[in-house]
């Protein structure tokens, strides 16, 4: 019989074994996942079995299971089962709970566990024990559905395991969610019935998903700026190691209507989501407000000093000057230099300025700094803000305003622009009142806060990545817009590299953490010496399937042809080349043979072995 219906918990399961998979526990150093009979791993571990398919090799699952379990190097072999309606695999681990009717005595208790040849495991209390099956009892599912029957018996339970539900991050529910395009934008802003482009934005939404959350909180992104309110709703609950240039305290200064620049930029890179109002690129993330910007050469080295020390992992700066009367001194420039190559224990503090908004044709001269990322605009529509400063020392752009504004927080203090004398006009650019302390906001100075916000998601992917390894990886990862023509090398003057794609540039920190996790580089070849032969090849599509045996990694193509020609020649065997990137360069796994079975590739590792070649069995799917 294959179905069981079994009481579980508050409830009754109803239980079909599976058609291909089988549960085994194997002996203590003996390796399961790669012996002959198997055919492929499902799961590593559930209920303390590793979940397989078997080689069947035309015999029923039951007849192979049977087979399996003689085998010296297996202890324990168990069906898999699927409840009704689900498609979760539940292994039954062994144990069974039992509670007895009231009354029964021990020595009852004991001759019904004997009837079923389990072993008690526990006493729980007079009434309450844990019992297991033995070798000779039926299965556990089979037993648990007797003792159901049995009047002796009040519950008797098997243990199951399967795989929970890991609950993803829940996107943010902030209300102005829907106003914020550069997370995510839908063609439409619904409050100013405003056409954009769809997709034009910097895919934060799909970096959240890509992380399976909002950022890490151990992440300090600090904004460098004057007017911080820091007793704003999406910023307060974040504040972290606050300090004022002017007053020379942790006490911001507030209240002047002269100074409310800062509080925008912070919103757009670190508001939290809390359910209000906005929500920023990285809402996990730690704020440090650094407030009293100057061009003093010693308030220049105190700000950036003070984000070094006090633990900052990302600098974002929405100012600076092209005043050609003031370009930077040497003095500042290693004041930033040394920020960018000393903080963060030496792995840099990612800085990013923005490139101005003064529509010329250089940057800001703080943002052509070569250590620093420089923020240009973009609008909804993937076209150039005529305000954005072009250069090339552009390194990227990021939405802002130019057709339809960004949403930001505001101070308590901030004014707004009173044109019309309307309440709602001052802060909201097409005069629709919108509820709480925001404002529409933009320039260089909004784009340069989202790009750091993405370089603090970046680094909650992968802590260990260099600020030059973030600006390479912004760059590289970068959509291309405008016209193809207005690229020269990849670099445009209006657009740096491109639009930002904080999804991309996730994916891509993942992918270097991933490959420094990794074992070592087996063979990194020294580069090829001239007159090393001329080599005949054909190169054909290997599809990824099937097993083959890895023998080395090499760093030039060269040796890939020299150990390639050996190898087929030893063992008259195909080649397959893997290319692939470790700690961002191209290496080459090459790879002898491609077979159907596992088996077939062990057969070919051992006879390499024997020859005096390494190597080991891969599975052609996992380098895919």
């Given at each position: ?5 079994i ?11 599976s ?60 069906h ?12 039954p ?19 019904v ?11 729980r ?10 070798k ?18 009040k ?22 969610m ?56 999406d910023?307060k ?14 006490r ?6 002269g ?16 359910g ?18 100057s ?7 105190e ?14 700066c929405?100012?600076g ?13 290693e004041?930033?230099a ?16 923005a ?20 923020v ?16 090339t ?11 339809w ?12 622009t ?84 904080a999804d ?5 920190a ?6 420094a ?13 001239s ?17 083959s ?12 042809l ?10 008259s065997q ?45 599975d ?5």
């Amino acid at each position: 019989m294959s179905n069981y219906k079994i009481k579980s918990g508050k409830g009754t399961l109803v239980l079909k074994k599976s058609a291909s998979l089988v549960g085994l526990k194997g002996k203590k150093k003996a390796d399961i996942t790669n012996a002959d009979f198997v055919r492929q791993e499902v799961l590593p571990s559930l209920g303390g079995f590793k979940v397989v398919s078997l080689q069947k090799d035309g015999a029923t699952l039951d007849d192979k299971l049977d087979e399996v379990r003689q085998r010296e190097e297996v202890t324990v072999g168990t069906h898999v089962y699927f409840a009704e309606g689900s498609k979760k695999p539940l292994v039954p681990t062994g144990e069974i709970f039992i509670i007895f009717q009231q009354g029964v005595d021990e020595g009852e208790q004991m001759m019904v566990l004997d009837e079923y040849k389990l072993a008690l495991v526990e006493r729980r209390s007079a009434d309450q024990v844990t019992a297991t099956v033995t070798k000779d009892s039926p299965n556990p599912l089979r037993v648990a559905e007797a003792l159901q029957k049995t009047s002796l018996v009040k519950m008797a339970e098997p243990d199951l395991d399967m795989l929970l539900d890991e609950y993803a991050f829940a996107m943010p529910k902030d209300p102005f969610m829907a106003e914020e395009w550069h997370l995510k934008n839908d063609g439409f802003i619904p409050s100013g019935q405003y056409a954009t482009k769809k997709g034009a934005d910097a895919k934060i939404v799909d970096a959240w998903k890509r992380l399976d959350s909002l950022g890490a909180s151990d992440i300090v992104l600090a904004i460098i700026d004057n007017g911080i309110d820091i007793s704003h709703p999406d910023l307060k609950p974040k504040v972290y190691r606050p300090w004022d240039l002017w007053t020379q305290s942790d006490r911001l200064s507030d209240g002047d209507p002269g100074f409310t620049h800062g509080t925008p930029c912070a919103s757009l890179a670190v508001a939290a989501a809390n359910g209000q109002g906005m929500v920023g690129v990285a809402p996990n993330a730690k704020f440090m407000p650094v407030s009293g910007t100057s061009f003093s050469v010693r308030a220049t080295e105190e700000m950036f000093d003070y984000c070094v020390k006090s633990g900052a992992d990302i600098i974002s700066c929405s100012w600076g000057t092209t005043d050609p009367r003031y370009t930077l001194n040497s003095l500042k420039e290693e004041a930033i230099a040394r920020a960018a190559r000393t903080g963060r224990g030496g792995k840099g503090c990612v800085i990013c300025f923005a490139a101005g908004n003064e529509g010329v044709d250089f940057v800001n001269f703080y943002a052509a700094h070569p250590d620093v990322i420089c923020v240009a605009a973009c609008d909804s529509k993937d076209r150039y803000a005529s305000y954005s400063n072009l250069g090339t020392e552009v390194s990227v752009c990021a939405p802002s305003n130019g057709d339809w504004p960004l949403l930001a927080a505001r101070a308590w203090w901030d004014p707004g622009t009173t044109v019309r004398g309307d309440g709602a006009f001052k802060f909201w650019a097409d005069g629709v009142d919108r509820a709480g302390p925001y404002k529409h906001f933009g320039g260089t100075s909004g784009a340069t806060p989202i790009v750091a916000g993405i370089c603090a998601l970046m680094l909650s992917a992968n802590p260990n990545l260099t600020a030059k390894e973030v600006k390479e990886i912004l760059q590289q990862t970068a959509d291309k817009i405008g016209e193809p023509s207005e690229y020269k090398n990849g670099h445009s003057r209006k657009f740096g590299y491109g639009r930002v794609n904080a999804d991309k540039a996730v994916a891509e920190a993942i992918r270097r953490r991933d490959a420094a996790s990794k074992p070592n580089v087996t063979e990194v070849a020294t580069p090829v010496i001239s007159g090393q032969g001329l080599f005949r090849f054909s190169v054909k599509k290997q599809e990824p399937q099937g097993f083959s045996v890895q023998t080395g990694v090499y760093a030039d193509y060269g040796n890939v042809l020299i150990a390639a020609e050996k190898l087929e020649r030893q063992f008259s065997q195909p080649i397959v080349v893997n290319i692939n990137q470790l700690a961002g360069k191209t290496v080459y796994k090459v790879l002898v043979g491609a077979f159907d079975k596992n088996t077939d590739a062990s057969t070919l590792q051992k006879a390499m072995k024997a020859a005096g070649v390494d190597g080991f069995v891969k599975d052609l799917k996992t380098l895919a």
